[in-house]
């Protein structure tokens, strides 16, 4: 279905930043709201953001039929993951109301933007592999410190002893399953890390979005010092919003 931008009192009507924006129709676009005063300010925050950005946009890391997380020969895409990107503003930067709506807003960002990436099925299980094996070590050996002071064979002894025994087995237990979560998630980092790019930022084409300042905001404002991301999947990509439109946009922006 094509877009219905029917509100010719916008000035954004027809640009590249509407196309950008990616609203289905202009009833969706908050700017609609605005004042034409308020709507120009916002319209040139946009495109300091798109001028932020390196040449193509995010389009690439999603619009393809190839995954972009594999290392070596990309599988069929199967899914998308999801997670949000920043970038600093400058101190003392005020944003209007509807830029929250638009953008997003941080105590450690000035823009935030969604980042999409198409995953096929063997990255998106290493993903979760990583995610979910180190917790579950962490919880059967927890689970195993409370069993164990369950049984009243083995408590009542320890008890005697002291009676701090118990519960210092306990922790012992909770250590040493801390230790098999670090283990683990550091092993299955080093060995998934062949099959798949565990950190968007290493994805063909996001180092020039590092070099232009952007960072995953879950992280931290230095990509490389962590080794896998925070990603959602998703059966679907995002239909709205700056940083979801799968073709560039056909026309220029206009003069302000």
């Known amino acids: 279905m094509a877009n219905e931008h029917y509100n010719a009192q916008c000035e954004l009507n027809g640009t590249r930043l509407c196309q950008e924006l990616n609203m289905a129709e202009c009833r969706e676009c908050p700017l609609g709201e605005l004042k034409a005063y308020d709507r120009k300010r ?8 798109l001028d932020m950005m390196p040449e193509g946009g995010m389009r690439r890391f999603f619009a393809g039929d190839a995954c972009v997380h594999c290392v ?20 003392g930067e005020e944003r209007h109301r509807v830029w929250k709506a638009l953008m997003g807003t941080s105590s450690r960002s000035g823009y935030m933007l969604p980042l999409q990436t198409g995953i096929c099925e063997r990255c998106r299980r290493n993903f979760r592999i990583i995610g979910t094996a180190p917790l579950l070590a962490l919880g059967l050996i927890s689970a195993l410190g409370v069993a164990l002071m369950s049984v009243r064979a083995l408590r009542e002894p320890l008890a005697a002893v002291a009676q701090i025994l ?9 250590g040493v399953g801390t230790a098999a979560y ?16 565990l950190n968007v930022f290493d994805i063909e084409g996001m180092d020039a979005f590092e070099r232009a300042g952007w960072f995953e905001l879950s992280k931290g404002k230095a990509p490389h010092t962590y080794e896998v ?10 239909k709205s919003g700056l940083g979801t439109r799968v ?5 220029d922006v206009p003069e302000r």
């Open 72 to 91: 070596g020969e990309p599988r069929e895409k199967a899914s998308y993951g999801l997670c949000d990107i920043g970038r600093a503003r400058p101190d």
């Open 182 to 197: 670090f283990l683990l998630k550091r092993l299955l980092t080093k060995r998934l890390s062949r099959e798949t790019r």
């Open 229 to 238: 991301s925070s990603l959602v999947f998703m059966k679907r990509p995002l």
């Open 166 to 174: 118990p519960f210092v087995l306990f922790l012992a237990c909770l």
């Open 247 to 251: 073709e560039p946009p056909d026309v």
């Open 42 to 49: 916002i319209a040139a925050d946009v495109s300091a953001v």
